[in-house]
């Protein structure tokens, strides 16, 4: 069986413009002051049309529109899109369709018309509930803009998830715990929970190098943050499946179980990585960062920029470091037979003793004690 028959198929397509950038984002992000929308949806689907051509009989059973900022697209394009893609491949029964939003009033307003498009979820990028943190994070909405959005999400769309950042500036365990609670009074089916990473190239990366950045958590104190909102989460039903993410049953992300299950996936925009088997072969592609210069390679037939082949050593690697990001983690037999790849047993055995994992039959996953540490892991863990 290939990649996508075991991991699934799903499409990435990345809007590159935001109204503004937050100053601890490293995604590929754009401020523009005027979008051509309509050569932006002939681009995405002249895309759609190439890749549809290599890879006939699939079946998707995810689509994420994510950025930069995609609730700033109309509806239209997202429906243009949508059509495009029913018309290449077959849709899951299932298939989930995830629009990323910020709760801004401006994307807001266009909620309804996602949801007449095709999206069936959407998650919203609240980031911090204290109006403080969000002014320092960039963010030009307030926490009641936030949770009128949220309100108004749930009301149109099945599914709803939000994101928040902890280990912010200043930020004590107690009142991440009171902002952990509040989030959690409105009864969420998933959560994204992210401790803050000062990143290269990032407003914040350089205030930071210059000793700027000032009151960020030490690690122990992160690291409480860590286990009580694993706890906190865990109590109201909202268990972590993969490292900063927590879902009911059911309300997983699909699309980003394609990523940690190595499935494949097109990956079109500016920005946009992509997996890709073919014929045997399992593909990376690149497009390139600038929204101009994406435009341009689209218009002269191609807006993929690189595709590398993968070899099965770097396969299997990354089945491994994505894979044990999950609480159900990776199988064994997997990594076996589709990437000629077998583990030390003596170095799963050590890990065992000390409950940083645990495997039963073919399956290997990190204990709720070792995804803290899982860098530590995977370094003893990585076939050479």
Not at 279 to 302: H, I, Y
Not at 325 to 351: C, F, H, P, V, W
Not at 354 to 371: D, F, H, K, W
Request: hydrophobic fraction near 40%; proline fraction near 4%.
């Amino acid at each position: 069986m290939e990649n996508w028959q075991v991991g699934g198929f799903g499409l990435y397509v990345h809007w590159p413009f935001c109204q503004s950038k937050c100053p601890y984002c490293d995604f590929n992000s754009h401020v523009s002051a005027s979008i051509d929308q309509q050569a932006w949806a002939d681009a995405y689907l002249n895309e759609l049309d190439r890749y549809a051509a290599e890879t006939p009989d699939r079946y998707l059973s995810s689509i994420y529109f994510g950025g930069g900022t995609p609730s700033l697209m109309n509806p239209s394009t997202i429906g243009a899109i949508l059509d495009r893609a029913a018309h290449h491949w077959a849709f899951a029964n299932d298939i989930e369709i995830t629009l990323e939003a910020n709760p801004g009033s401006i994307e807001a307003r266009n909620f309804a018309g996602y949801r007449d498009a095709g999206v069936n979820r959407v998650s919203i990028g609240i980031q911090a509930l204290n109006d403080m943190d969000l002014k320092r994070l960039g963010r030009l909405h307030s926490v009641n803009e936030a949770k009128q959005a949220l309100t108004l999400a749930r009301s149109l769309f099945d599914r709803v998830s939000f994101d928040l950042i902890y280990a912010r500036q200043d930020q004590s365990l107690g009142d991440w715990n009171a902002e952990l609670e509040m989030a959690l009074e409105f009864d969420p089916d998933h959560l994204s929970l992210y401790q803050l990473t000062i990143e290269p190239g990032t407003a914040f990366g350089a205030r930071f190098d210059a000793g700027k950045l000032k009151g960020l958590p030490d690690e122990d104190i992160a690291t409480d943050m860590y286990f009580m909102t694993q706890s906190m989460c865990e109590a109201a039903g909202l268990p972590a499946y993969e490292v900063s993410n927590h879902a009911r049953s059911g309300q997983e992300s699909q699309h980003n179980l394609i990523y940690w299950s190595s499935g494949d996936w097109i990956g079109i925009g500016p920005g946009a990585h992509g997996r890709l088997t073919l014929d045997g072969q399992r593909f990376a592609t690149e497009t390139r960062l600038l929204p101009s210069d994406w435009l341009d390679d689209v218009a002269q037939g191609r807006g993929e920029h690189q595709r590398t082949v993968i070899p099965i050593g770097e396969q299997a690697t990354e089945y491994l470091l994505m894979g044990l990001r999950m609480s159900s983690g990776i199988d064994l037999q997997r990594l076996k037979n589709q990437y000629s790849t077998s583990l030390s047993a003596n170095k799963i055995k050590e890990l065992s003793d000390l409950e940083l994992v645990e495997q039963s039959g073919s399956n290997l996953r990190a204990t709720a004690a070792g995804r803290p540490v899982l860098n530590g892991i995977l370094r003893e863990l990585a076939p050479d």
